[in-house]
Nanobody, 124 residues
Framework: QVQLVESGGDSVQAGGSLRLACAASGLTYTGSDVGWFRQAPGNEREFIGN???????TYADSVRGRFAISRDYNKNTIFLQMNSLKPEDSAVYYC??????????????????WGQGTQVIVSA
């Protein structure tokens, strides 16, 4: 059974940091792109960034310079380090992966497997 599990969500004050993790079971990230998205109530799912199998990393303008994606393939886990958090970063954060060989990009429809999400709340 394929499963992605996000963890690390929490409530923090503005300016704080969190580190989210996306652990995979039933699959490996080999050959796949992994993306991070977030969704706030009433909003569409928003692309944050992704890490390609090649290692190339792309970030949305809204988080570039504050967020960082990394990977530990030995642990089959992708990380999202979030620094200088703002109240507008509050959302449910999701990780997702493509099928091997497919390019992820910024569109949620490019990703086939999704985690259940982890809640991040940033207070002013």
């Amino acid at each position: 059974q394929v499963q992605l599990v996000e963890s690390g969500g929490d409530s923090v004050q503005a300016g704080g940091s969190l580190r989210l993790a996306c652990a995979a079971s039933g699959l490996t990230y080999t050959g796949s792109d992994v993306g991070w998205f977030r969704q706030a109530p009433g909003n569409e799912r928003e692309f944050i960034g992704n890490i390609a199998w090649s290692g190339a990393i792309t970030y949305a303008d809204s988080v570039r310079g504050r967020f960082a994606i990394s990977r530990d393939y030995n642990k089959n886990t992708i990380f999202l380090q979030m620094n200088s958090l703002k109240p507008e970063d509050s959302a449910v954060y999701y990780c997702a992966t493509t099928i091997p060989g497919a390019s992820g990009g910024s569109s949620p429809s490019s990703y086939i497997y999704w985690g259940q999400g982890t809640q991040v709340i940033v207070s002013a």
